[in-house]
């Protein structure tokens, strides 16, 4: 139901409308996501009901709420936030909830609000990760790509990689399939690197079709190569994922 505008409840309910039932009905993870949704569509006119609801979801114990609730003040810039901030990101993490820890990682990875500590950064994004808040796999593994840690390892940016990919975090397949097309910690494999675009791809993520549209294209001596990468740029391009288009225009302008 969340990710349709409507249900199958006699065929005429809409996710929004039960999303909200389950919050007024006391179910406390109803009204994060209805809260959540609320925000994503951008109706400047219901932006404050939806901070609203979040702290007072959060204040009932809702964790996701909480760190939905201090990203929002996070966003305001107002020092006098600050201490709320954190106190809310730690309890969250300390309780088991990822996206707090990630949230707290991010803080001392950029040096806002603490200063710059990789160290504690790295340990909470590999809590983070382990309690399965995959987007903070892939930035662990970014972290150690960009060289920012010391004792970075390519393999364990690989698993890491692997990790997120594998669970459906599909930016991560983006880098995982670069690693093996290029032999980053890994033997160099182009057909598994295409393998693992193919599954992101055909899961719905278009940035994975564009970049296997670009994988094809660039391939030597594979016949036919420009007609499968055309194939992979029209269904990002139809998807509106714009980088596919201007791939497909590109091959035009040169045929």
Not at 228 to 255: D, T
């Amino acid at each position: 139901y969340l990710n349709s505008s409507k249900s199958s409840v006699k065929g005429t309910v809409s996710a929004k409308d039960l999303l909200e039932t389950a919050c007024q009905s006391g179910f406390l993870r109803g009204c994060y996501f209805e809260a959540t949704q609320i925000l994503e569509e951008g109706n400047k006119a219901d932006v404050l009901k939806a901070q609203r609801m979040l702290k007072d979801t959060c204040d009932k114990g809702d964790g996701l709420s909480c760190v939905a609730h201090a990203s929002i003040l996070l966003e305001a810039q107002d020092p006098k936030h600050n201490e709320q901030i954190k106190e809310i990101f730690e309890q969250t993490c300390s309780k088991g909830i990822g996206a707090g820890c990630s949230k707290l990682a991010g803080l001392y990875e950029q040096g806002r609000i603490f200063e710059v500590n990789l160290d504690r950064a790295t340990v909470l994004y590999d809590r983070a990760c382990s309690l399965g808040h995959l987007s903070s796999c892939i930035d662990l593994a970014q972290l150690y790509s960009a060289g920012k840690k010391e004792g970075y390892s390519n393999e364990h940016s690989l698993h890491l990689l692997e990790t997120a990919c594998s669970g459906g975090a599909w930016s991560g397949c983006l880098q995982l399939a670069e690693k093996y097309r290029n032999g980053v910690g890994v033997e160099p494999s182009l057909n598994k690197a295409k393998d693992i675009l193919k599954r992101s791809c055909g899961a719905g993520f278009l940035k994975a079709c564009v970049q296997l549209g670009g994988y094809w294209e660039q391939q030597k001596d594979s016949v036919g190569k420009n007609t499968i990468a055309i194939e992979h740029y029209e269904q990002a391009c139809v998807g509106n994922e714009m980088s596919g288009c201007h791939r497909l225009a590109v091959i035009y302008n040169h045929s």
